[in-house]
């Protein structure tokens, strides 16, 4: 079982930059492929981005290449989004989530692939 926190999230304005952080609880960390998804009030959940288990594959919605990064330390347990220009439209409940896998390379983009869940943290961005 794995249990994940994340944190970072708060009011920021437009232009500005967030670095939310996932920190996960047991050993098995590396094992996992990372997403971080948002929700907007009114919206569906979506996938912001992925990283693949050694951390050496990435990926990214449309709507944040070239603003966001997604990162992990796995002897820290621990994935980042790093969220550079934010937008008003950028506002949303971010969540942090793992999907097992049994090969690095790895990336899952669907929300059914993710099998442990964070409880969320806000970013709200500020025009």
């Known amino acids: 079982q794995v249990q994940l926190v994340e944190s970072g999230g708060g009011l920021v304005q437009a232009g500005g930059s967030l670095r939310l952080s996932c920190q996960a609880s047991?050993?098995?960390?590396?094992?996992?492929?990372m997403g971080w998804f948002r929700q907007a009030p009114g919206k569906e959940r979506e996938i912001v981005a992925a990283?693949?288990?050694?951390?050496?594959?990435?990926n990214y919605a449309d709507s944040v290449k070239g603003r966001f990064t997604i990162s992990r330390n796995n002897a820290w347990n621990t994935v980042y989004l790093q969220m550079n220009s934010l937008k008003p439209e950028d506002t949303a409940v971010y969540y942090c989530?793992?999907?097992?896998?049994?090969?690095?390379?790895?990336?899952?983009?669907?929300?059914?692939?993710?099998?442990?869940w964070g409880q969320g943290t806000q970013v709200t961005v500020d025009s």
């Open positions: 989530a793992a999907g097992g896998s049994s090969s690095d390379g790895t990336i899952y983009y669907a929300m059914r692939s993710y099998e442990h």
């Open positions: 047991g050993r098995t960390f590396s094992r996992y492929v």
């Open positions: 990283v693949s288990r050694s951390g050496g594959r990435t």
